[in-house]
T-cell receptor, first 111, second 116 residues
Framework: ELKVEQNPLFLSMQEGKNYTIYCNYS?????LYWYRQDPGKSLESLFV?????AVKQEGRLMASLDTKARLSTLHITAAVHDLSATYFCAVDGRYGNKLVFGAGTILRVKS | EAEVAQSPRYKITEKSQAVAFWCDPISGHATLYWYRQILGQGPELLVQFQDESVVDDSQLPKDRFSAERLKGVDSTLKIQPAELGDSAMYLC??????????????FGEGSRLTVL
């Protein structure tokens, strides 16, 4: 059974600082997704990573995928308050044909 | 921009009552998903449709939950009778094809259920 673990589950950081959120998963997969969720809102797609070594960047966020280590990272550069949200990674189990989500990382950026 | 439509946005009901949620996926999206998100947790898949057929309902509590997508377009998720533990956000998502080839899910705004 595919399991997805994120850490940390809660992250409080100062504006301007850098930090990384980690997403580990338990079975083979070559597809991983990052979503953002604001309080009371639905999930917004951030990145779709489709192969080993994939790296995508959008503004202050950069996501990467290492399928051999079964690890994805979401790196935040020079955080700003607007990045405060909950971030989820989701993995497509190779034979499951469905997305399994991590528990989410609550990010709070303090000014 | 095309969106996944869901209704109602909020529903408060008493234990043992029936409740239903509706979802209209993005036009042309063959695959439709219902996820349940308990506060503080990640979404969990309840049921997945490919056109009008159920592909995966292994996590759907079938004694009280039912889902249908009769014409392969919009879908209804029903709970009867509702229990306190059903309080959650019910998210509908759609994709052009199944996840393995689709590459991306698009989520609706969700239906928040509170069972008293």
């Amino acid at each position: 059974e595919l399991k997805v673990e994120q850490n940390p589950l809660f992250l409080s950081m100062q504006e301007g600082k850098n930090y990384t959120i980690y997403c580990n998963y338990s079975t083979t997969s070559d597809r991983l997704y990052w979503y953002r969720q604001d309080p009371g809102k639905s999930l917004e797609s951030l990145f779709v990573l489709l192969s080993n070594g994939a790296v995508k960047q959008e503004g202050r966020l950069m996501a990467s995928l290492d399928t051999k280590a079964r690890l994805s990272t979401l790196h935040i550069t020079a955080a700003v308050h607007d990045l405060s949200a909950t971030y989820f990674c989701a993995v497509d189990g190779r034979y499951g044909n469905k997305l399994v989500f991590g528990a989410g990382t609550i990010l709070r950026v303090k000014s | 921009e095309a969106e996944v439509a869901q209704s109602p946005r909020y529903k408060i009901t008493e234990k043992s009552q029936a409740v239903a949620f509706w979802c209209d996926p993005i036009s042309g999206h063959a695959t439709l998903y219902w996820y349940r998100q308990i506060l503080g947790q990640g979404p969990e898949l309840l049921v997945q449709f490919q056109d009008e057929s159920v592909v995966d309902d292994s996590q759907l509590p079938k004694d009280r939950f039912s889902a249908e997508r009769l014409k392969g377009v919009d879908s209804t998720l029903k709970i009867q009778p509702a229990e306190l533990g059903d309080s959650a956000m019910y998210l509908c998502a759609s994709s052009l094809r199944q996840v393995r080839t689709a590459g991306e899910l698009f989520f609706g705004e969700g239906s928040r259920l509170t069972v008293l």
